[in-house]
């Protein structure tokens, strides 16, 4: 006899669950793509080296730069393939000092493809050959409908009425801005340098390390310089009137990390009272994932106007400076500045080469604050924390899927929660079965496989990772089979059922609505009369003679109690956890 479920062992947890579903972050249409199938002619070359030489008009709301790019040819070919908004005009194209000729592709899907331009060398380029291109370029960049999601510039005025400028481009692409190769696989290796010519008074501030500001007349030029491998969405601009509040913070290796807070004059209080929150979440993260991967940088955060982006070592803060900005409820720390952090690991030493598995940036990321809130504020405060995700999984397609995907595919048709909160739920399902120890062993040997990658920072820290990796790692710390498991959360979109049956003194258990198939099993964990027991439970056979895992527990004479999953483990279809069986309905 199958008994309903009435009540749940937790009702606390569903108290600001409607609330976190209006307010919060919440994923966005994109206008625009980056990324995708790689094209040959982009594949060709990998870029060694950016130089980006920019004049900021905010009067004008335009920009006039020349961005070189250094790479070493790969293959042999005559092409290389940029990409650059044609809401630019540009106005040359060089090589070897020479004019280069270019030209837009006419290519099907024009609102797909409007940001490609193909370069076209006077010969073949030879395979190992150094490779350096300049792109002289001016006009209006898009303006963001709705940084950070819609991102482009942003234009705003501080409340004294200064400009305050800010860029977001992840999920569009940094094409928006600056011409590049526009694909997640390759970064410069030997860094980038940074320039940008702003109206004196202001404050530019970008990735990197500060080597230099000349003012001539009324304009500044700041040059910052990035010596790690950067994600061409990390590289920012940010300009305003700022007050720099700055800090230092010991590594867990030892060293001094600089720590730098860029806020607007009229936060200057504000920004005192949040930094040390920065500072202790870095501290925190040190010391659960490894090193700051940019140590020999800096650790910066910048007063932006908008919500917020991981741009590497410059993260972009937005304006509010309270805890609690992504789950429309209290969370009980600056959950912002916590997930944009996370992501000088997950997402900036650690990268997807291809967007398809954008949740290991996201995931990843969303279950640092988790584990924070577990650590920091209790596990009853972490059980709610993965309550709200789990109101939040939407679940209609495959989180990984085979081919490759641009951001817009990936993060912006209406699913990209689900990299945030089904790829959180699914590493907390894997903590359970790998145990903890395992578990930050784990993530520590994704992020630092050796000791040397933990120590270096001439760039060879920074790795490419996919699903793959995850999948290889985790299964060199059990002895159980995870592929089942990968396959049911990763490239399915069903989410099993554990369904019971009381009858006498029998519980049954097994799981359903599991893609024939797949042999899933998972333990789980019963409460009977407050006594917990873990009992492995799979999918009924449709074979009646065959091997099933289904399981039968055996229940004692006077049951008070039955409560399944009460730690809350594991990702049904059912929302909520810690059903309580209702024993005399
Ligand atoms: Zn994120």
Known sequence: MRKPITTLSRPSIFSFMILGLI????????????????????????????????????????????????????????TWRMALSPRFEIQAVEWQGQPLAWHRPHLAEPEVHERFIHLTFPGTLQPGEEVKVSISYQGKPRPAVQAPWDGGFVWAETPSGDPWIGVACQGDGAWLWWPNKDHPSDEPDNGVMIH??????????????????????????????????????????????????????????????????????????????????????????????????????????????????????????????????????????DDLHHHELAHEWWGNLLTVWDWRDFWIHEGFGTYMQTLYTEDVLGQAAADSLMGLMRMRIVSNDELVPDAFQTTKQKYGSGRGGDIYYKGAWTLHMLRCLLGEDAFSSFMRELLYPTQAAAEALDGSQTRFASTQDVMRVAQ??????????????????????????????????????????????????????????????????????????????????????????????????????????????
């Open 196 to 333: 940008y010519t702003v109206p004196a008074g202001l404050t530019a501030v970008s990735n990197g390390v500060l080597r230099e500001t000349q003012t001539d007349g009324d304009r500044t030029r700041w040059s910052w310089e990035v010596l790690n491998p950067i994600n061409s969405y990390s590289i920012t601009l940010n300009a305003a009137p700022y007050i720099e509040l700055q800090d230092s913070v010991q590594s867990v290796d030892g060293s001094t990390i600089p720590l730098h807070f860029w806020v607007l004059p009229e936060f200057e209080e504000k920004g005192r009272e949040r930094f040390p929150q920065f500072k202790e979440q870095l501290v925190w993260f040190e010391e659960l994932l490894g090193p700051y991967p940019f140590r020999n940088e800096k650790y910066g955060v910048v007063h932006a106007p908008f919500l917020g982006m991981e741009h590497q070592t410059i993260i972009a803060y937005g304006p509010r400076f309270e805890d609690n900005n992504l789950f429309g409820r209290a969370v009980g720390f």
């Open 476 to 585: 060199s710390y059990t002895q159980r089979d995870l592929g089942p498991f990968f396959e049911l959360f990763l490239k399915h979109s069903e989410l099993p059922e554990l369904v019971y049956e009381v009858e006498g003194r029998s519980l049954t258990l097994y799981w359903a609505n599991v893609p024939e198939g797949i042999r899933f099993s998972m333990p789980v964990e019963v409460s009977v009369n407050g006594e917990i027991r873990v009992v492995e439970v799979g999918v009924q056979n449709p074979d009646p003679t065959g091997p099933t895992g289904e399981v039968v527990v055996e229940l004692p004479r006077r049951v008070q109690e039955i409560t399944l999953d009460p730690h809350g483990w594991l990702l049904r279809n059912t929302i909520g956890y810690g059903e309580s069986l209702d024993l005399n309905p």
């Open 23 to 78: 307010i919060g972050f919440t994923p966005r249409t994109l206008l625009a793509q980056s990324g995708g199938p790689i094209h040959p002619y982009q594949a060709a070359y990998d870029v060694q080296h950016i130089e980006l030489d920019m004049e900021v008009f905010p009067s004008d709301s335009a920009i006039a730069a020349i961005v070189t790019t250094t790479a070493i040819q790969q293959i042999a070919s005559d």
